[in-house]
């Protein structure tokens, strides 16, 4: 079983993505799960992590209205607001009492697995450090959810180690493997990149995710050292900690589907079966789903 363990759904005419601006004007459209299905079954990927792309709890109602290959929603709930565990509670109420993952009946829906936020738009570089957050990751949690974490390069770093040091009993999931900049990949980019990921893989609560990487080394990214960021991530967190993720549909500014899958895949062909096993799902799967239970 392959688990693409981060990939996107949304609908423009819905809510607005401030984040959706004449750059990404191909993906600035509805995709939902029968967009999803087309790629992921040709390519074998039988189910899915779909991840929140903005900070609207609509998004996440829609989310978590989708079905298969979608076993999984990391939604948004404002982690600032007093009633934070209340309002992850009525999330985790409405998607208890369903078949665990493995038996879903037909036209179930996914469970809420995690909680994003993208501190990387925020203003502030330490708003993950702020009290107020720290006291909503708690919350998330204490209610069994991981928390992922987008940040880029170096800006966000010192506030999420802050974050994660602060709830030791979390599990965190840093996204797109901290976002390197492989379109500059250079001797001082990539000992700075290797160094901010070693921070996180000391702290054994925090996976990583191998998601995002072709986007991140932009257009030319077949001439860029894109295997290279691949197997160092792993490495540096091991299989048990790794997963794959397509970034898809925001893959496709790259590259299609298979094609990103296959990069990862081939970058990693010196595994074993059960090292790749975990990266292409065991990871995932015990990370988000270990225990969740979909909507009926």
């Known amino acids: 079983m ?39 079954a040709p390519a074998g990927v039988t189910a899915t992590i779909v991840v929140q792309a903005v900070h609207d709890p609509g998004e996440t109602a829609w989310l978590l209205a989708q079905q298969e290959p979608v076993v999984g929603v990391v939604g948004w709930v404002d982690l600032t607001a007093p009633d934070v565990a209340d309002r992850l509670a009525a999330l985790r109420t409405a998607t208890a009492g369903a078949p665990q993952h493995g038996s879903r009946q037909r036209g179930s829906h996914p469970p809420l697995v995690g909680i994003r936020h993208q501190a990387q738009d925020e203003p502030d570089p330490s708003w993950l450090a702020r009290e107020d957050v720290i006291r909503g990751v708690r919350a998330v949690a204490a209610a069994g959810l991981a928390f992922d974490l987008l940040i880029r390069g170096a800006r966000e770093h010192a506030a999420a180690l802050t974050l994660v040091d602060a709830v030791p009993d979390g599990v965190f ?22 160094a901010r990921m070693r921070d996180f893989a000391t702290r054994p609560n925090v996976a990583c995710k191998v998601s995002g990487l072709l986007t991140e080394a932009g257009g030319d990214w077949r001439n860029r050292p ?34 990103t899958l296959r990069t990862t895949a081939d970058a990693l062909a010196d595994l074993s079966d059960t090292e790749r096993e975990a990266v292409f799902g065991g990871t995932a799967e015990r990370v988000y789903l270990a225990g969740a239970q979909p909507q009926t």
């Open 173 to 194: 999931v840093l996204d797109h493997a901290g976002k390197p900049d492989i379109a500059h990949d250079g001797t001082a980019t990539a000992t700075a990149w290797r």
């Open 2 to 40: 392959i688990i693409d363990a981060h990939q996107h759904l949304w609908d423009p005419a819905d809510r607005t993505y401030p984040w959706m601006d004449d750059s990404v004007a191909p993906i600035r459209r509805r995709f939902d799960a029968s967009d999803l299905r087309a790629v992921t």
């Open 226 to 259: 894109v295997d290279r960021y691949v197997r160092e991530t792993v490495h540096t967190f091991g299989t048990d900690r790794s997963m794959w993720g397509s970034d898809w549909p925001v893959s496709t500014l790259a590259a299609d589907y298979r094609t």
